[in-house]
């Protein structure tokens, strides 16, 4: 059963893809994890997977990383295969996974030492230092460090070998806010630097901020593909206006005069919250104010925000990301 819509707002040709899936699929048991992925990422573009928990992100990300085997379907890095150069993709890829233990007893230095030791070439250990600003815990033992420059440092052991891919599996997961800045700092320099950047977050407002184009997923299915601009104007209106009225005056909202005002692009209601999706905030509000008190009704809540890749989520499957 599948009643979701899907956007593909794609623009990218194959010319030029460091990878292309297609027709990935893999299942665990009875649950289809993977079911049918098709992408494909442009040289130097940062590409972020979307999606709730479950939906079968860090699975494809996984099979891209050659760490687990597809049950059917292709994938192509750098124009290469897994079955016949792996040895050479390892040397060209860097892979942080969402979750790495480090041997506690080393230091940051040493870490990255033994890091950098497993590729021909690469960048040196300082330079891997201060790009993942770890310079005051070089002689740190990783034990030491906290989830942020943990990260930081399953970053820069990512980077170290100088990748032309670059894999990063929910790098901001469980950090502080202010940890969370400074990885996207990091993202930026890395783009900056052409890397191509493969990112899976299920934070829309990181996807938003870092990614060239996003493929939100869902039931283990690519749903929507485009330009974060792209998916958020897909849905038509540019805010989100949500209200609430008065408990006993539910049954009386009257949906198809809200969806007749001029403006309103979409209505639906969720737990007795409405939401409609809204092209010209200062002209739609004064209709929407008088529509609600020509029903007879008073308002308990009434706020707008601009459309988010979290609304885009919401409008194609009827589900908050964050209830996930
Ligand atoms: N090794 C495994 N054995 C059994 N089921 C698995 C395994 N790995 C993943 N799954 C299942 O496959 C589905 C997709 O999981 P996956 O980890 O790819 O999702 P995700 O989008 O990355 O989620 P999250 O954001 O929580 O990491 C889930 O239902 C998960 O329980």
Same mark, same amino acid.
């Given at each position: 059963?599948?009643?979701?819509?899907?956007?593909?707002?794609?623009?990218?040709?194959?010319?030029?893809?460091?990878?292309?899936?297609?027709?990935?699929?893999?299942?665990?048991?009875?649950?289809?994890?993977?079911?049918?992925?098709?992408?494909?990422?442009?040289?130097?573009?940062?590409?972020?997977?979307?999606?709730?928990?479950?939906?079968?992100?860090?699975?494809?990300?996984?099979?891209?990383?050659?760490?687990?085997?597809? &049950?059917?379907?292709?994938?192509?890095?750098?124009?290469?295969?897994?079955?016949?150069?792996?040895?050479?993709?390892?040397?060209?890829?860097?892979?942080?996974?969402?979750?790495?233990?480090?041997?506690?007893?080393?230091?940051?230095?040493?870490?990255?030492?033994?890091?950098?030791?497993?590729?021909?070439?690469?960048?040196?250990?300082?330079?891997?230092?201060?790009?993942?600003?770890?310079?005051?815990?070089?002689?740190?033992?990783? #034990?030491?460090?906290?989830?942020?420059?943990?990260?930081?440092?399953?970053?820069?052991?990512?980077?170290?070998?100088?990748?032309?891919?670059?894999?990063?599996?929910?790098?901001?997961?469980?950090?502080?806010?202010?940890?969370?800045?400074?990885?996207?700092?990091?993202?930026?320099?890395?783009?900056?630097?052409?890397?191509?950047?493969?990112?899976?977050?299920?934070?829309? &407002?990181?996807?938003?901020?870092?990614?060239?184009?996003?493929?939100?997923?869902?039931?283990?299915?690519?749903?929507?593909?485009?330009?974060?601009?792209?998916?958020?104007?897909?849905?038509?209106? &540019?805010?989100?206006?949500?209200?609430?009225?008065?408990?006993? #005056?539910?049954?009386?909202?009257?949906?198809?005069?809200?969806?007749?005002?001029?403006?309103?692009?979409?209505?639906?209601?969720?737990?007795?919250?409405?939401?409609?999706?809204?092209?010209?905030?200062?002209?739609?509000?004064?209709?929407?104010?008088?529509?609600?008190?020509?029903? #007879?009704?008073?308002?308990?809540?009434?706020?707008?925000?601009?459309?988010?890749?979290?609304?885009?989520?919401?409008?194609?499957?009827?589900?908050?990301?964050?209830?996930?």
């Amino acid at each position: 059963m599948d009643s979701t819509k899907t956007i593909n707002t794609e623009v990218v040709g194959t010319a030029g893809a460091s990878l292309a899936t297609t027709g990935l699929r893999k299942s665990f048991g009875d649950v289809k994890a993977v079911a049918g992925v098709d992408l494909e990422v442009a040289s130097g573009e940062c590409f972020g997977l979307l999606g709730p928990n479950g939906a079968g992100k860090t699975t494809t990300i996984e099979i891209c990383e050659g760490l687990t085997e597809a &049950d059917a379907g292709d994938v192509t890095l750098l124009g290469m295969q897994w079955k016949s150069h792996a040895n050479e993709l390892r040397q060209r890829i860097g892979i942080q996974l969402q979750e790495t233990q480090f041997p506690d007893k080393l230091t940051v230095e040493e870490t990255l030492r033994l890091f950098r030791s497993f590729f021909r070439k690469g960048i040196a250990v300082d330079e891997a230092i201060r790009t993942s600003q770890l310079e005051e815990k070089r002689t740190a033992r990783v #034990g030491t460090l906290s989830g942020g420059q943990k990260q930081r440092l399953a970053m820069a052991c990512a980077l170290v070998g100088d990748p032309e891919l670059l894999f990063l599996d929910e790098p901001t997961t469980g950090l502080d806010p202010q940890a969370r800045r400074h990885l996207w700092d990091l993202v930026d320099d890395l783009k900056h630097a052409g890397r191509t950047i493969i990112l899976t977050t299920h934070y829309m &407002d990181e996807a938003e901020r870092l990614c060239d184009r996003v493929a939100i997923m869902d039931h283990g299915r690519v749903i929507a593909l485009g330009t974060p601009k792209q998916l958020i104007a897909s849905m038509g209106g &540019d805010h989100i206006v949500e209200f609430a009225v008065t408990g006993n #005056g539910e049954g009386k909202v009257d949906a198809k005069a809200l969806t007749e005002i001029p403006g309103v692009q979409s209505h639906r209601v969720d737990a007795g919250l409405h939401q409609l999706s809204v092209t010209d905030l200062h002209t739609t509000v004064p209709r929407i104010f008088a529509a609600v008190d020509g029903m #007879g009704l008073d308002l308990t809540e009434f706020r707008t925000h601009s459309a988010t890749l979290e609304d885009v989520f919401v409008s194609l499957t009827g589900r908050y990301l964050r209830d996930e």
